[in-house]
């Protein structure tokens, strides 16, 4: 058993500020003890708002802290086998963000630091935690709908619409940023997970629409490198749930309208669709029309904004403080490094169909 309460430090301001803060403050027997940015100034002011007590002067001094059970990796791509690689060294247990690095072979070192270090390493694919993907994912196990012919992912958004909006490393692929790994990333486990099985191949194309944004040094333009749209088709192997299965994903930061996070299945006995609200529907086959399926609503911390990623958040934070208090090194159904692995070989086949105009088969 572990001490209790667990000590967790944070890397970062962003995402770990809206989410990851709210998040694991309302665990019980848990405590945020450290917190670290790139920019020291936030730091101190999300210390200051949440009461945290101790700000890293930077992120080598936040993994050798000695109250720091759980690291937190919530920085930019670029950074993250870096990060995780020097926590393992101090054989400190790892929630890393996702994608979980810029590329397969970052990910495979991680990988196998982590197996070597027996922590608990995981990655931060929250969107398995909600209840009514858990329910969707049971009733597909069970036959609800058959053996899975299609999958289709929809993700809209206008988050980066905004021609002014300013550069940041979102806009820079050396730094691991674009719509593909931020967003797709998740596309990938949704599918991995739900239907247990791997993706054999895949299309792509990923389009810069903004080409230019303000850099808030200089006043002047520089260059985007990164996607805002991605357009990937898939084919899956054969497995417990699907045989001879294809997908499809649209994904964009830039598209007008109503929000749009939703996962649709489509089988040989019907149909189940999620939606960013955590409503679930199932269509039989033959009945023209979508049917509800009653889920219990998420719990959501104290201090969140209402969407998907804050109610997966809430639930898998308690997940792994639980684990850590218990003395385990595994949590059921979060993302662990092999699949941040796995999901990474399909990231890399996308942007090479990207490059060749080609299917890429994954792995090669």
């Given amino acids: 058993m572990k001490r209790s309460p667990v000590g967790i430090g944070i890397i970062g301001t962003g995402f770990a500020r809206t989410t990851q803060i709210p998040g694991f403050r309302d665990c019980m027997g848990a405590r945020i003890v450290a917190i670290a940015s790139g920019h020291r100034e936030r730091a101190e002011a999300v210390a200051k708002e949440f009461g945290i007590e101790h700000v890293a ?31 393992l060294d101090q054989r400190k247990a790892v929630l890393c963000e996702k994608p979980m690095a810029l590329n397969a072979a970052e990910a495979l070192r991680m990988l196998e630091k982590a197996n070597a270090a027996g922590v608990l390493a995981l990655i931060d694919h929250e969107l398995r935690f909600l209840n009514s993907r858990r329910v969707m994912r049971g009733m597909l196990q069970t036959g609800a709908i058959g ?22 490393w979102w806009s820079d692929a050396t730094m691991g940023g674009g719509a593909l790994g931020a967003i797709g990333s998740h596309v990938i486990d949704s599918f991995r997970w ?24 200089s006043g002047g333009l520089r260059e985007v490198t ?16 699907t045989l001879g299965a294809t ?5 964009s930061v830039l598209e007008s309208g109503k929000y749009e996070n939703r996962f649709e299945i489509y089988g040989t006995k019907g149909a189940l669709m999620v939606e ?7 269509s039989p086959t033959g009945s023209g029309a979508w049917r509800p399926v009653q889920v219990d609503q998420d719990h959501m911390a104290q201090g969140m904004r209402e969407g998907s990623w804050s109610r997966g958040f809430t639930a898998l934070s308690v997940a792994v403080c639980d684990a850590m208090r ?13 699949d941040g692995y796995r999901i990474q070989l399909v990231l890399d086949a996308i942007r090479a169909s990207n490059e060749s105009g080609c299917w890429v088969t994954v792995g090669q």
Wanted: aromatic residues 8%.
């Fill in 326 to 338: 218990a003395g385990k090194t595994t949590v059921k159904d979060a993302a662990t490094f092999e």
């Fill in 247 to 251: 997908g499809a994903a649209s994904v």
């Fill in 57 to 87: 002067a930077n992120w080598q001094e936040l993994v050798a802290h000695p109250d720091v059970d759980l690291v937190s990796v919530v920085t930019p791509p670029s950074t993250h086998m870096e990060i995780t690689l020097a926590a």
């Fill in 276 to 282: 960013e609200t955590g409503e679930l529907w199932r």
């Fill in 147 to 168: 053996s899975v012919r299609h999958c289709n992912y929809v993700f809209r958004s206008d988050y980066r619409g905004i021609a002014d909006r300013a550069w940041d």
């Fill in 194 to 217: 739900m239907l247990n099985t791997e993706v054999s191949s895949t299309l792509g194309m990923l389009t810069t629409h903004i080409k230019q944004r303000t850099d808030k040094a």
């Fill in 226 to 241: 990164t996607d805002d749209e991605a357009k990937l088709l898939f084919k899956f192997n054969d497995g417990p749930h």
